[in-house]
Every structure is written in structure tokens, then in C-alpha cells.
């Protein structure tokens, strides 16, 4: 079965530290993943997505690995501020003919002043 | 602008009610999905559609029910028979083909049942 497994679950963090979140996978064969924000009472927006060749990619104060061999994400977010609280959702798709990503519960992250 | 709308933003039902949920999009994308997020667990999917006049059923369909007569439009009907219907119910849309399968998501629409 498909999974993805997203840790911490929940970070405390202050103003201007780095942080960086996990995300394993077990979804075959892969095709991309994605990293969402996901503000408090608002629909998750992309932040970045990942393809198989891709190792490394940046969004700013964001960003992401993968490593396609282990199966494992990170995000990293640099100087955090406080506008970066929210939930922070990995989500896998695979390419073997299902088009519905698989979705990890998510990270949430408050940054404290 | 382009972009996917979700009505109402709020909504209260006296248990036994069936309560319609709107979405629209203007994306021209083929894929709408509804998930049902409840605090401290990840989006569970109820029901999604790639096609006008045709849909499937997700993770956590029971107590719920959809149509797609519209390519733009995909409302969800929340029963009576949905046991514990209280949450956050996420609206969203993706391409099929030749797109990354990025979902565009609307801003929720929050249900309470009284």
C-alpha cells in the first residue's frame, strides 16, 4: 500500500531559526513529490515539487531534497519568520496509471517571536 | 483570475439535514477531488472525477454523494447517513495529462452540525 510518513508531526521553533521537515515514502513506481503549505483555515498551496532526476531545489527560504533511492524528502526553511506557521504536507504521486497522489498528514510548524 | 471556489465558507446543519457543498472551477482542468480534513489527521479523500458525468468513489465515501454534470462544477452533498460529518471539507482540481498533477486547492468550506 501506498504511504507517506511525515515527521515531527508538530515543531516549536523561534523567529530566524532554520528548521527542516521529513517525509518518507513507500509509493511505486514514483513520480513526482510535492511539498504544501498549508495555512490555518485556507486550502494547501505547492511549494515546490520534486521529480526523480532532481536532488536539490529552492523557493526562497525553502528547500527541498529528495533522495529517490531511500525514498526520503526533507524541506528546510532558513530564518524562519513568523508567517511560516502553518501545516506543511508532503504528497507523493506515482506514475503507474493512478493519478491520485497519496497524501502524509503533515508537519505543523509555529514559529514564536 | 484563474482559480477554484468553494461556497459557503461556513456552514451550520441540524443533525438529520443533508447540506450541499459547492465547487467551481475555471482552470479547465479535467480532475476534481473533495477530501474531508479533521484536526491533527491528514486529507482523507471522499470522492473524485476525471470526466463530466462520471466519478469514484475515495477513502471515506459512505454518507457522501457527488455529480459532475458540468466540467467546471463538482458539489458534494454531505447525508444523513454521514455519521460524525463535523469538519473541514477541501475542494480541489489537477490536470491529467500533460501537467505535474499539481492540485489547486480552494479555501475550504468549514461544516458544523449542531
Known amino acids: 500500500k501506498n504511504q507517506v510518513e511525515q515527521s515531527p508531526q508538530s515543531l516549536i521553533i523561534l523567529e530566524g531559526k532554520n528548521c527542516t521537515l521529513q517525509?518518507?515514502?513507500?509509493?511505486?513506481?514514483?513520480?513526482?513529490l510535492r511539498w504544501y503549505k498549508q495555512d490555518t483555515g485556507r486550502g494547501p498551496v505547492s511549494l515546490t515539487i520534486m521529480t526523480f532526476s532532481e536532488n536539490t531545489k529552492s523557493n526562497g527560504r525553502y528547500t527541498a531534497t529528495l533522495d529517490a533511492d531511500t525514498k526520503q524528502s526533507s524541506l528546510h526553511i532558513t530564518a524562519s519568520q513568523l508567517s511560516d506557521s502553518a501545516s506543511y504536507i508532503c504528497v507523493v504521486r506515482g506514475s503507474g496509471g493512478s493519478y491520485i497522489p497519496t497524501f502524509g498528514r503533515g508537519t505543523s510548524l509555529i514559529v514564536h517571536p | 483570475d484563474g482559480g477554484i471556489t468553494q461556497s459557503p465558507k461556513y456552514l451550520f446543519r441540524k443533525e438529520g439535514q443533508n447540506v450541499t457543498l459547492s465547487c467551481e472551477q475555471n482552470?479547465?482542468?479535467?480532475?476534481m477531488y473533495w477530501y474531508r480534513q479533521d484536526p491533527g489527521q491528514g486529507l482523507r479523500l471522499i470522492y473524485y472525477s476525471q470526466i463530466v458525468n462520471d466519478f469514484q468513489k475515495g477513502d471515506i465515501a459512505e454518507g457522501y454523494s457527488v455529480s459532475r454534470e458540468k466540467k467546471e462544477s463538482f458539489p458534494l452533498t454531505v447525508t444523513s447517513a454521514q455519521k460524525n460529518p463535523t469538519a473541514f471539507y477541501l475542494c480541489a482540481s489537477s490536470k491529467i495529462d500533460g501537467g505535474t498533477g499539481e492540485l489547486f486547492f480552494g479555501e475550504g468550506s468549514r461544516l458544523t452540525v449542531l
Open positions: 482552470l479547465n482542468h479535467d480532475a
Open positions: 517525509c518518507n515514502y513507500t509509493v511505486s513506481p514514483f513520480s513526482n
